[in-house]
């Protein structure tokens, strides 16, 4: 069929009657696939699948993974408390000036290259921005905290530098 010489009307209807046959024969080849019984036959429903294909010869139960599949402890060692623990509480001192925080009210001190968020209860007429401090306390890398700044340190005592 000439399709340069059909009007633009034509040619949308004659579209539209080959999609709607295309349709019919989408549902058709469906419904037969489906197990094409007999009107008796309630038609069967296909569950769409998700996820990789299974094994049929594995069982669908889940398994513990073996011992020799589990990885072994990783040891942490976190340098700014001189611990293989996370989180420890080992002691240390710091010394240096304090400094105000990106977000306000916060406090950090620079020590050996290392940024700590001041935190515990202290004499805040020792500890303010500014002040030159030796601070007695332990790192605290597992704290949460809104100032979002160095690795929390717990001060426990404080001190003008001298």
Do not use: N
Not at 110 to 121: A, K, N, P, R, S
Not at 131 to 138: I, M, R
Request: charged letters at 20%; hydrophobic letters at 30%.
């Amino acid at each position: 069929m000439d399709t340069s010489k059909l009007s633009p009307r034509r040619l949308t209807r004659l579209t539209g009657a080959v999609m709607a046959g295309a349709l019919m024969l989408i549902a058709l080849v469906a419904c037969d696939a489906g197990g094409g019984g007999g009107e008796d036959e309630s038609p069967s429903i296909v569950e769409p699948t998700t996820g990789p294909p299974t094994d049929p010869t594995r069982s669908s139960e889940p398994t513990e993974p073996e011992e020799s599949d589990m990885p072994s402890e990783t040891p942490h060692l976190d340098p700014s408390t001189g611990s293989d623990k996370p989180g420890s509480k080992s002691e240390m001192t710091i010394t240096g000036t304090i400094e105000s925080g990106v977000e306000s009210g916060c406090l950090i001190l620079d020590y050996q290259g290392t940024v700590y968020g001041i935190f515990g209860e202290y004499d805040k007429s020792v500890v303010y921005s500014g002040a030159e401090v030796t601070l007695h306390g332990h790192p605290d890398p597992s704290m949460m905290s809104f100032c979002q700044q160095g690795t929390p340190f717990m001060v426990e005592q404080a001190e003008p530098a001298g």
